[in-house]
């Protein structure tokens, strides 16, 4: 049995290899490698299978791939499956399906932007989200390094579907990709310098 991140890469897993028995586990805890090019020979799958990747969490570009990517992480299996597949097929999903890519993307974005609140902030550096699901963290990150700042940040969030507790993320300077994600079932305990 294969584990797969419940998020975009997890997705294309999924849609790469049907019949390869496969569990979901929470994407910060997953230690696999993903290299679609290990998976994928054809170069216009590959560069559409990039653009899921690159689009994941960026703020920025088309519609359907942006939103199988939030509804992957969101757990939203089915839905992600029907973006995922517009996409590859290069097909303009139906109305209905863009409507709720759309609405995605808009609860996206007004939840990054309710985050971005200096109140949040205690202490210097260290920003509590533990009333945000874990699934929220790599947009906000993004969206961070964007407009607030590129020191090196501490972030606790809520739990995730696969990985309940609060989560304490640690991102180096300039990036945007955690550098140690661990549990803390206390954080009354946790100290940090």
């Known amino acids: 049995m294969h584990d797969y991140p419940l998020d975009i890469r997890g997705l294309i897993l999924r849609h790469l290899y049907p019949k390869i028995e496969y569990r979901w586990v929470a994407p910060f805890l997953w230690d696999g490698a993903?290299?679609?090019?290990?998976?994928?020979?054809d170069?216009?799958?590959i560069r559409k299978y990039q653009i899921l990747l690159?689009?994941?969490?960026?703020?920025?570009?088309?519609i359907v791939p942006r939103a199988a990517g939030i509804a992957a992480r969101q757990g939203r299996i089915t839905l992600a499956n029907d973006l995922l597949s517009a996409h590859m097929l290069g097909i303009r999903p139906d109305m209905a399906l863009e409507a709720r890519a759309l609405s995605l993307l808009n609860d996206e974005?007004?939840?990054?932007?309710?985050?971005?609140?200096?109140?949040?902030?205690?202490?210097?550096?260290?920003?509590?989200?533990?009333?945000?699901?874990?699934?929220m963290i790599p947009p906000f990150i993004r969206k961070f390094r964007a407009v607030v700042n590129s020191r090196s940040v501490t972030?606790?969030?809520?739990?995730?579907?696969l990985a309940s507790g609060n989560w304490v993320w640690s991102y180096p300077e300039k990036s945007?990709?955690?550098?140690?994600?661990?549990?803390?079932?206390?954080?009354?305990?946790?100290e940090f310098v």
């Open 34 to 41: 993903f290299d679609i090019r290990e998976h994928v020979i």
């Open 109 to 135: 974005k007004r939840m990054v932007k309710r985050l971005l609140n200096r109140n949040r902030e205690w202490p210097k550096d260290v920003w509590n989200l533990q009333d945000i699901p874990a699934w």
């Open 43 to 45: 170069s216009k799958s």
């Open 176 to 190: 945007h990709i955690a550098s140690d994600v661990t549990i803390s079932y206390n954080l009354k305990t946790c």
């Open 155 to 161: 972030i606790i969030s809520g739990g995730h579907l």
């Open 54 to 62: 690159e689009v994941d969490c960026s703020g920025f570009g088309r």
